[in-house]
């Protein structure tokens, strides 16, 4: 098992759709959770931090599962801009390490 | 504007050759760190330094070589070792050491082809 999964996609939503994505992690001792967004060829960039239980900021809500060992990330009122990869990220202070997805892409349709 | 820059974006390299990549911030950050991205594969750690004059091996150090002699510049030589080395390579920084607190910073990243 991965330690870090998520479905590749693509999800492909109109504009003002509601779209999910989840990230399983597979290390019980894993104690921060990160969304971040890469353009297509461009750096990822922090969209979300998940210390606790969850986090929301505008459009965007991130939720921890920590008896089932997910995070997800939703977006509501999808807008044409919001078309990116959505990289899952893990910290388990155990081993320090950081753990990346492969991303979920999502595709915004006009 | 405080930031990350990475240069090259784009570099053709031959096969045997070594080439250094350089990654300079001015945040004020004490740990930076490189990282290699494939398709179909997360991102992967090659090396980080948590301060001047010191720095770890990552999970794919092996064919590159980092330094550190002063914090706002840590750049990356990935010589003629590295048996894949065509890949996108990007730098980042973050405030503190610990990887489990705070943001990650990014360069715009180094675009790698070896011919």
């Known amino acids: 098992r991965k330690e870090v999964e998520q479905d590749p996609g693509p999800f492909n939503v109109p504009e003002g759709a509601t779209v999910a994505f989840n990230c399983t992690y597979s290390n019980s001792a894993s104690q921060s959770f990160f969304w971040y967004r890469q353009d297509c060829r461009k750096e990822p960039k922090l969209l979300m931090s998940v210390y606790s239980s969850g986090n929301e900021d505008g459009r965007f809500t991130a939720q921890l599962n920590r008896a089932s060992q997910y995070i997800s990330l939703l977006i509501r009122d999808s807008k044409l801009s919001d078309s990116a990869t959505y990289l899952c990220v893990v910290y388990a202070g155990n081993n320090r390490k950081l753990i990346w997805g492969l991303g979920t892409s999502l595709a915004v349709n006009p | 504007d405080g930031g990350i820059t990475q240069s090259p974006k784009y570099l053709f390299r031959k096969e045997g050759q070594n080439v250094t990549l350089s990654c300079e911030q001015n945040?004020?950050?004490?740990?930076m760190y490189w990282y290699r991205q494939d398709p179909g594969q997360g991102l992967r750690l090659i090396y980080y330094s948590q301060i001047v004059n010191d720095f770890q091996k990552g999970d794919i150090a092996e064919g590159y070589s980092v330094s550190r002699e002063k914090k706002e510049s840590f750049p990356l030589t990935v010589t003629s070792a590295q048996k894949n080395p065509t890949a996108f390579y990007l730098c980042?920084?973050?405030?503190?050491?610990?990887?489990?607190?705070?943001?990650?910073?990014f360069g715009e990243g180094s675009r790698l082809t070896v011919l």
């Open positions: 945040l004020n950050h004490d740990a």
């Open positions: 980042a920084s973050r405030r503190v050491p610990d990887p489990g607190a705070g943001e990650l910073f």
